[in-house]
């Protein structure tokens, strides 16, 4: 079964730089495609990121390019957010989530396993 775990939220001030983790375990890792996804209260969880099995291939989000990079080592199986430029508007729960497909990589029911997320929240 696989599990990922994601760590690394905190309080930052806006324009702050944050990352957050997500070790995955009872999978061969490089086989799978991850992705980040976040959830503000009250709204649906949204596409951030997601990064194929090999690392060679990334996809972001139109809000969020240009200051997230999504990052994977396949050795330590584990995958990396590195969000810069926060905004108020980046407060959420951040998911990593887990895929074989390699369909569209922005559509959560296509990821089959996710973590328990990780609670970013951006001061104004």
């Known amino acids: 079964q696989v599990q990922l775990v994601e760590s690394g939220g905190a309080l930052v001030q806006a324009g702050g730089s944050l990352r957050v983790s997500c070790v995955a375990s009872?999978?061969?890792?490089?086989?799978?495609?991850m992705g980040w996804f976040r959830q503000a209260p009250g709204m649906p969880r949204e596409f951030v990121a997601a990064?194929?099995?090999?690392?060679?291939?990334?996809y972001y989000a139109d809000s969020v390019k240009g200051r997230f990079t999504i990052s994977r080592d396949n050795a330590k199986d584990t995958v990396y957010l590195q969000m810069d430029s926060l905004k108020p508007e980046d407060t959420a729960i951040y998911f990593c989530?887990?895929?074989?497909?390699?369909?569209?990589?922005?559509?959560?029911?296509?990821?089959?396993?996710w973590g328990q997320g990780t609670q970013v929240t951006v001061s104004s």
């Open positions: 989530a887990a895929t074989n497909s390699y369909l569209s990589a922005n559509y959560p029911g296509l990821y089959d396993y």
């Open positions: 009872g999978c061969t890792f490089s086989n799978y495609r």
């Open positions: 990064i194929s099995g090999s690392g060679g291939t990334t």
